[in-house]
């Protein structure tokens, strides 16, 4: 199917997010109109800084109240739009029917409007990486678009956490089984790695884990990473970067999936050194994770540390598709950093006094 026109018109679902906004913000720099949806345009605390965007000022950036719980909740949005970049959460991914509904009423709403002929939808790494037996890792250590977690795993279900991962996969597979049979549109799946980079809105400093851990560390009070894994990364311009070139591209195919991350791996104490390391002028003193695991686990460190160690991170295709240049994981650690603090007014636990000072 045709790409979206340069431009062109496109919707992004989740907008206030941490992606979503930023996705908004590049394709308002790439010249496209912007309908972003949120689900309250009147909460300025969530889309304040939307508001404050020059295209906003000028109309391009039209701002629109939608849940994805409610049906025929897009109609009047997707009308006119070429693209759509479907970046939000939804309630919760713990029922897979909910999950399924909400991709049928985004669904619903697309083959209603008849002018979009793109979606990429916002999938995870978690939909390809997220495994119940960690000899899963061992056994295919290699991390690209054409792995799937152990989907036969009878510990994968929702009450042992994989929720998250199983609804991902079931919203990629809805989209692009709905896109083939509509004949008029297609879909493809961007799977971003661990988000960091800066905030634009104090709110966001609460949502998704890495930004949120960052400001544990300025504090002085963060966790150790699920079984030791280290972070693996991307920035989260890249990442919209990545999603607005697969709206471009005139190469993808329906039902292909993109990994987006830089391929940068670091250990979640290191990321809080480099605190220091990359911004000196703040003195930040530098703690050790709070480590929840169980002695079990903790006994096992060493052994799942190696584990992760011979890990392979790809990321050809993306870069093959959308001549993306990922930034470094320093650029996103220092920007990340200073954003919590300006724009969040994230107290930093210095070293001199120790005291925690604005
Ligand atoms: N952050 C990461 O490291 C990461 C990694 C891999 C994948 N992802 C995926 O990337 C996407 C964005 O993540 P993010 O970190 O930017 O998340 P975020 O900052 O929490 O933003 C998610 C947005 O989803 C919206 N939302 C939640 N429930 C909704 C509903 N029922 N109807 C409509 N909108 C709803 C919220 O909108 P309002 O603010 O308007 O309420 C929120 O702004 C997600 O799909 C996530 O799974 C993120």
Not at 166 to 173: H, I, P, S, T, Y
Request: charged residues 25%; negative net charge; glycine residues 8%.
């Amino acid at each position: 199917m045709p790409p979206v026109p340069k431009r062109g018109v496109v919707a992004v679902t989740g907008a206030a997010g941490f992606l979503g906004g930023w996705t908004v913000r590049n394709l308002l720099d790439r010249g496209y109109r912007v309908r972003a949806c949120v689900r309250s345009v009147d909460d300025d605390s969530r889309v304040g800084f939307l508001k404050a965007l020059p295209g906003y000022a000028s109309g391009r950036l039209t701002l629109h109240t939608a849940d994805l719980d409610r049906v025929g909740c897009f109609d009047d949005i997707f009308v006119g739009c070429h693209g759509v970049a479907h970046i939000a959460h939804i309630s919760t991914y713990e029922d897979q029917d909910y999950v399924r509904r909400t991709c049928d009423h985004i669904i619903a709403s697309v083959n209603a409007a008849r002018s979009v002929t793109r979606v990429v939808v916002t999938s995870s790494v978690a939909a390809v990486i997220s495994e119940m037996d960690l000899q899963e890792v061992v056994r295919r250590p290699v991390f690209y678009e054409d792995r799937y977690p152990d989907e036969s795993n009878p510990k994968r279900t929702p009450e042992r956490g994989q929720g998250y991962s199983m609804g991902k996969l079931v919203a990629e597979r809805a989209f692009s089984d709905a896109a083939a049979a509509s004949g008029f549109w297609d879909s493809v799946t961007c799977c971003p790695g661990d988000n960091v980079g800066p905030i634009q809105s104090a709110h966001q400093k609460d949502m998704g884990p890495w930004q949120h851990h960052i400001e544990g560390m300025l504090r002085g009070a963060y966790h150790q990473n699920g079984v030791y894994r280290p972070w693996m990364t991307v920035d989260v311009r890249d990442d919209a970067d990545c999603h607005i070139g697969l709206l471009e591209s005139s190469e993808v195919k329906n039902g292909e999936r993109y990994i987006a991350w830089s391929t940068d791996v670091r250990k979640v104490e290191d990321i809080c050194a480099d605190i220091d390391r990359l911004l000196p002028e703040l003195n930040h003193a530098a703690t050790p994770p709070i480590d929840p695991f169980p002695d079990r686990i903790k006994a096992r460190e060493a052994e799942f540390r190696g584990i992760w160690a011979q890990c392979e991170l790809r990321n050809d295709r993306i870069r093959a598709r959308t001549g993306i240049t990922f930034r470094s994981l320093d650029e996103s650690i220092r920007d990340c950093a200073e954003s919590l603090i300006a724009v969040a007014k994230v107290p930093v636990r210095r070293r001199e006094a120790a005291v925690e000072t604005a």
